[in-house]
T-cell receptor
Framework: GAGVSQSPSNKVTEKGKDVELRCDPISGHTALYWYRQSLGQGLEFLIYFQGNSAPDKSGLPSDRFSAERTGGSVSTLTIQRTQQEDSAVYLC????????????FGSGTRLTVV | EDQVTQSPEALRLQEGESSSLNCSYTVSGLRGLFWYRQDPGKGPEFLFTLYSAGEEKEKERLKATLTKKESFLHITAPKPEDSATYLCAVRDTGFQKLVFGTGTRLLVSP
């Protein structure tokens, strides 16, 4: 596609439920990144994919968070047993290579845990 | 640990009033300093990448400069449509991720 597509754009979930967030990167982009942006905070790195493997998962805040990427394309970020502190905007970005050149971001998924 | 500090947190300008935003950084080895613009409800939009001290890049009314410790985003004769949050990020040697600052919220009044 022309840009990075994320779905849903908004998600409201009850505390304790699991959620899945989807990212469709720009076609041909081999690198994919997930970030989290909380109100008043900077973007917080979560995980980086090169192809289907994740060489850097250092930003995942707990074992409730996991992510996968299939076919070197679509990625899913899963949050299990959601907590109120998980409420944030989850942003996905992709880039054409490992070089990190000007990552292209999607518009994000706004997650609200009530 | 990589650190990025942006100042000021917020800046209000009159249309045509030039100013600069600051980004101070600490990294082991810089492999790129990135500037992004973010509008409300949208993802960050890439503006510039700078790689070495002394480098400068321009785009319309924006000019980014880099030293060994900081970067400046100069805004010349801003217009109301330049109102946004401007984010600075660094990439360290051996890492693919970007480390972001918390941004500067710019409001340009007509």
């Amino acid at each position: 596609g022309a840009g990075v597509s994320q779905s849903p754009s908004n998600k409201v979930t009850e505390k304790g439920k699991d959620v899945e967030l989807r990212c469709d990167p720009i076609s041909g982009h081999t690198a994919l990144y997930w970030y989290r942006q909380s109100l008043g905070q900077g973007l917080e790195f979560l995980i980086y994919f090169q192809g289907n493997s994740a060489p850097d998962k250092s930003g995942l805040p707990s074992d409730r968070f996991s992510a996968e990427r299939t076919g070197g394309s679509v990625s899913t970020l899963t949050i299990q047993r959601t907590q109120q502190e998980d409420s944030a905007v989850y942003l996905c970005a992709s880039s054409p290579a490992q070089g990190g050149y000007g990552y292209t971001f999607g518009s994000g998924t706004r997650l609200t845990v009530v | 640990e990589d650190q990025v500090t942006q100042s000021p947190e917020a800046l209000r300008l009159q249309e045509g009033e030039s100013s600069s935003l600051n980004c101070s950084y600490t990294v082991s080895g810089l492999r790129g300093l990135f500037w992004y613009r973010q509008d409300p409800g949208k993802g960050p939009e890439f503006l510039f990448t700078l790689y070495s001290a002394g480098e400068e890049k321009e785009k319309e009314r924006l000019k980014a400069t880099l030293t060994k410790k900081e970067s400046f985003l100069h805004i010349t004769a801003p217009k109301p449509e330049d109102s946004a949050t401007y984010l600075c990020a660094v990439r360290d040697t051996g890492f693919q991720k970007l480390v972001f600052g918390t941004g500067t919220r710019l409001l340009v009044s007509p």
